[in-house]
């Protein structure tokens, strides 16, 4: 049997776990709804410069690669940019890693065997100028606005095999100054005249952030930040 004391127990402990009341409740939306509407802005102002960052990481990670690639495989390896006009919305501009086994800077350059210094491009990708790295467009909120690297001396303009499928294709073009290129020993590529080629790649953001590598002839690459794309830190 449950005598009047159990009983009383048994009720404070139903009451106890009803749960929130329902001024409770809104007063915890409430507080949730003014979080939101204090972080959101919060947020916005974050982001850009989070993801430029996340850039700037991601093309070090890229001339790192190539300048790795060049060193293993034992063969100049080329990376190409194509700088584009700065979008608020980011995703302007893009890059890409090539082979260049015979030193030119082009992938496509067969040549006429009765004379090899005529050269005949077939639109192919000449054997051991593979595609290391597709074309890939920049990030939401960063632009690639700006390449410009020593005059290496090769074609004005040439055709890339973006994609890595063997062909080369017209949609991006390397030119003299958009390539940066690594020797067999990590060092800057050398121009056809001898010169070591190098120069700086620039990124930036909505918010006015700035952001440039600089490719040195010994192969380092070096991070300079600014907010008007003229003074650099």
């Given at each position: 049997?449950?005598?009047?004391?159990?009983?009383?127990?048994?009720?404070s402990v139903?009451?106890?776990?009803?749960?929130?009341?329902?001024i409770?409740?809104?007063?915890v939306?409430g507080?949730?709804?003014?979080?939101?509407?204090?972080?959101?802005?919060?947020m916005s102002?974050?982001?850009?410069?989070?993801?430029?960052?996340?850039?700037?990481?991601?093309?070090?990670?890229?001339?790192?690669?190539a300048?790795a690639?060049?060193?293993?495989?034992?063969?100049?390896?080329?990376?190409?940019f194509n700088?584009?006009?700065?979008?608020?919305?980011?995703?302007?501009?893009?890059?890409?890693i090539?082979?260049?086994?015979?030193?030119?800077?082009?992938?496509?350059?067969?040549?006429d065997?009765?004379?090899?210094?005529?050269?005949?491009?077939?639109?192919?990708?000449?054997?051991?100028e593979?595609?290391?790295?597709?074309?890939t467009?920049?990030?939401p909120?960063?632009?690639?606005?700006?390449a410009?690297?020593?005059?290496?001396?090769?074609?004005?303009t040439?055709?890339?095999?973006?994609d890595?499928?063997?062909?080369?294709?017209?949609?991006?073009?390397a030119?003299?100054?958009?390539?940066l290129?690594?020797?067999?020993?990590?060092?800057?590529a050398r121009?056809?005249?001898?010169a070591f080629?190098s120069?700086?790649?620039i990124?930036?953001?909505s918010q006015g952030?700035w952001?440039?590598?600089?490719?040195?002839?010994?192969?380092?690459?070096?991070?300079?930040?600014?907010?008007?794309?003229?003074?650099?830190?």
């Open positions: 049997m449950i005598n009047i004391q159990q009983r009383f127990i048994m009720k139903i009451k106890n776990k009803t749960g929130f009341t329902l409770e409740l809104m007063v939306i507080i949730f709804g003014i979080l939101a509407i204090v972080a959101v802005p919060s102002s974050f982001l850009p410069g989070y993801r430029l960052n996340a850039t700037a990481r991601e093309l070090r990670t890229i001339l790192q690669l300048r690639t060049a060193v293993r495989r034992n063969v100049r390896c080329v990376a190409v700088p584009q006009a700065y979008v608020p919305k980011g995703q302007a501009g893009s890059y890409m090539f082979l260049d086994s015979n030193n030119n800077w082009r992938q496509d350059d067969l040549v065997n009765d004379d090899p210094s005529v050269a005949i491009p077939d639109g192919l990708v000449d054997p051991g593979e595609t290391v790295l597709v074309a467009i920049m990030p909120g960063a632009s690639l606005v700006s410009v690297f020593t005059n290496n001396g090769g074609p004005a040439s055709n890339i095999d973006v890595g499928n063997g062909t080369l294709e017209n949609t991006i073009q030119t003299t100054t958009t390539l290129g690594f020797d067999s020993h990590g060092l800057a121009s056809t005249a001898g080629v120069g700086n790649v990124i930036r953001n952030n952001l440039r590598f600089t490719a040195t002839p010994a192969g380092q690459v070096t991070l300079r930040r600014s907010t008007d794309g003229v003074n650099w830190e």
